[in-house]
């Protein structure tokens, strides 16, 4: 019965093994192809939120592909640098215009003007 038993234990051992390693001329596996990003950025026009919110970005081995993140988070941060830029020189601007309008100087008048000079239309 011993012997049985170490022979059955045998057989089933050996066919595992066989199973996994594979134990004759079976079609190998490919790898699988790569996953690429399928709606990038937009190129035509600045990235909106919806955009943001809808990027998925492709999985590789071990997490996301390196390149299509890098390429993903440049063109967003050149997009908010720009953004950042523009609202720094409308800001600019709005000082510029308040400070006009709260009697700053007034850029159109010449110096000679009595306005200007200090003196009422008499010459006083």
């Given at each position: 019965?011993?012997?049985?038993?170490?022979?059955?234990?045998?057989?089933?051992?050996?066919a595992?093994?066989?199973?996994v390693?594979?134990?004759?001329?079976?079609?190998v596996?490919?790898?699988a192809?790569?996953?690429h990003?399928?709606?990038?950025?937009?190129?035509?026009?600045?990235?909106?939120?919806?955009?943001?919110?809808?990027?998925?970005?492709?999985?590789?081995?071990?997490?996301?592909?390196?390149?299509?993140?890098?390429?993903?988070?440049d063109?967003?941060?050149?997009?908010?640098?720009e953004?950042?830029?523009?609202?720094?020189?409308?800001e600019?601007?709005?000082?510029?215009?308040?400070?006009?309008?709260?009697?700053g100087?007034?850029?159109?008048?010449?110096?000679?003007?009595?306005?200007?000079?200090?003196?009422?239309?008499?010459?006083?």
């Amino acid at each position: 019965m011993f012997w049985f038993l170490l022979l059955t234990m045998v057989v089933v051992i050996a066919a595992v093994t066989l199973a996994v390693v594979g134990g004759g001329e079976r079609a190998v596996l490919t790898d699988a192809p790569a996953e690429h990003l399928v709606d990038p950025l937009p190129a035509h026009r600045p990235v909106g939120r919806a955009d943001i919110e809808a990027l998925r970005l492709p999985l590789a081995a071990r997490g996301y592909r390196m390149s299509e993140v890098d390429e993903a988070l440049d063109r967003v941060g050149a997009e908010l640098a720009e953004r950042d830029a523009r609202i720094a020189e409308l800001e600019s601007e709005l000082a510029g215009a308040r400070a006009a309008a709260a009697g700053g100087p007034d850029l159109f008048k010449r110096p000679g003007d009595p306005e200007t000079s200090g003196h009422d239309e008499d010459g006083r």
